[in-house]
């Protein structure tokens, strides 16, 4: 993903100048509303505050006092809105008792329709306020502030926050929640999720208290949680409690710089922001096809950011939405239909429907019930889109362990002094896997397992057989998947191993030739940098194939670089090259018993790195939530994805 520093400009949260912008691939840079699609974001690689570019919003207040007054829903999430109001009072409930606290007087900033200060003033029978766009500016002290998915959308946050900042007592807290863009980016993406053109700042914990510490402010309080904006979809929050009083001790807890949103993780965020766009605007152009050829048109219900995305593509959708905002109004000098407007139309044309937005639930709902119309013409899109399965809070008590641990320094430098301990012991020798010794962390074996599971690949290339304990693990888990179609009554894929070795050695070609599922592997005794090789490898690749890349043979820079360069063309979008052992570089050297021609600075992390840095490694990126998740890896830095 391509980016370029911006001279002489300074973040806005920290004041720092590293400021970098970054295009939006799939923006159309127009919009009917007063603000318009971004097209490109700005993020300092200071503090990682991200924010959209902010030259066009001339007319915010207008957007929300006329079209888009945040409020809850009455229906259909009434309850879950409720839920996450009460379980926010009783954070603030837990907190005050902690720090003694009462509260007598209470401003809620960006209220909706006022549910949670109705909430709030019952549970603690004191007196709410609210200030919402075009209210007169409160000029009175409160003991407690709170501001709840609102800051996202301001156009100066950390100089707007300050005149709320204020107005809080000396012993008051401030309670906020905002979306998390570090979470966005491993958990759920699209083309229409966090980069849009109503959520101008993106943050994450660390930069949420960077602007906290900075305007003079102490956090006493925050964690990642999830708040449910669908029937099916969450998005991932922060919550955070700030006090100017640094005497209050609850339960504090600094955020690790960890925890910071970088250039790497926008590049790969707007990379799988953009796979998606391109895998919808495909089946969006099958279905235009269809509804063409059976004499049928097609209407977009929804005019959301993601929707008008794609009506800007297809000119010849019929455009229609509900919010009354739109009615009466053009899109590129396309009316914009009325649900009345609609069923006039439908009366006389064949139709179908398209549907794709975060609510896409309700928008169908609506079309069977209000507008009677046979589901088999309704389309429903969720590409791009995570749709959270029921047990929700399992997982995001989980993802919160993984990031609490990732943050946690102490833990990473044990994980790291263990594995240069088992190292001397030869530990990584004694596994097995279907009986052929597997020279590979069983944490690991556990996170290939995962991306085996999610890729679904069809081949995989190994280089590097060693014992064949890897060839034996990837081939047992292409079996299962086959068996896993048998049972579904799918037609079994082709699955199977290609495994390269510069010296197969006897004994292991003899033990290897014994293995129930020798026949799922091919292999090839060559360097596996050898370009004569290559046309033995093509062969084997079908167009439908998806590819996998196992990298685990010489270590040093050279070879792995090398490797990388001629095997990434294989590898599948979607797909993973894992280049095994790259965390011999951040290894105790004297830990290895057995010299080597690599070591630090010539090995695989730096062939990584350099590989990166080329043009065939621009659509490739670095992921590190399977090591983040299992800590003990020798891959920490190996598990590239190809957008």
Known sequence: MNFSPIP????????????????????????????????????????????NDKSDLESYSE???????????????SLQDRLYYQANISVIKDLSLQASAIFSNHLDIGPGDKLFTE?????????????????????????????????????????????????????????????????YESTYYGAYAAVDSEHINHFSAYSMQVMLNLLGLKIVYWCHSDRQVSEKVFYP???????????????EDIVSGNLKFSSTELSRYLAKSRRDFNIFVAAVDDLVSKCKTNGRSLILYGLGIH??????????????????????KKLEERIIYSPSNIQELVKTTPCEFLVSAVNSERIVEFLKTNMHVNTKYIHEFTLGRNLFP?????????????????????LQQISLQWHDSVRKSNYQYLPEWF??????????????????????????????????????????????????????GVKPLNRRVIGIDVDIR?????????????????????????????????????????????????????????????????VTSGSYAIVQDTGLEDADQASFSVERPWGFGNGPKTAVRDFLATSLGQDFHKTTDLPDKYLITSARDGFLIRF
């Open 8 to 51: 002489n400009a300074q973040c806005e949260i920290c004041g720092c100048e590293s400021l970098a912008l970054f295009q939006v691939p799939y923006s159309i840079g127009i919009d009917v509303f007063p603000i318009v699609d971004p097209g490109s974001l700005c993020l300092c690689n200071s503090c990682g505050f991200t924010a």
């Open 63 to 77: 957007y929300y006092s006329v079209y888009n007054r945040h409020s809850t829903r009455l229906t259909g999430l």
């Open 119 to 183: 909430m709030f003033a019952e549970s603690f029978d004191c007196c709410s306020e609210t200030y919402d766009i075009g209210d007169s500016f409160p000029s009175k002290c409160y003991d407690i502030i709170t501001i709840f998915h609102s800051l996202e959308h301001w156009r100066n946050p950390k100089e707007q926050l300050k005149q709320f900042c204020e107005l809080l007592g000396e012993n008051g807290l401030l309670f906020i929640t905002v979306p998390d863009i570090l979470r």
């Open 237 to 251: 929050e922060i919550k955070i409690v700030a006090t100017w009083n640094s005497s209050i001790r609850l339960t």
């Open 307 to 328: 929707g008008r995305r794609i009506a800007h593509l297809f000119p010849n959708l019929v455009l229609a939405d509900s919010s009354p905002f739109f009615h009466g």
């Open 390 to 410: 029921a047990d929700q809070d399992f997982r995001s008590w989980r993802d919160l362990n993984i990031l609490r641990n990732k943050s946690d320094l102490s």
């Open 435 to 488: 009986g052929r010794p597997i020279i590979q962390d069983p944490q690991d074996v556990l996170a290939i397992q995962e991306i085996i599971f999610k890729v679904n690949p069809t081949l995989i290339i190994e280089t590097g057989i060693a014992r064949g304990g890897s060839l034996s693990l990837s081939a047992s888990l292409l079996a299962a998947l086959m068996h896993c179609d048998f049972l579904n």
């Open 506 to 570: 006897k004994e292991n070609d003899f033990e290897l030739a014994q293995h129930p599922l020798r026949k799922m592997m091919k292999l090839i005794q060559a360097s596996s940098i050898d370009p004569e090789i290559l046309p033995l490898i093509e062969a084997e690749i079908t167009q439908d194939d998806i590819v996998l890349v196992i990298l685990d043979s010489n270590h040093t820079r050279d070879h792995v670089y090398e490797e990388l360069c001629m095997y990434s063309k294989y």
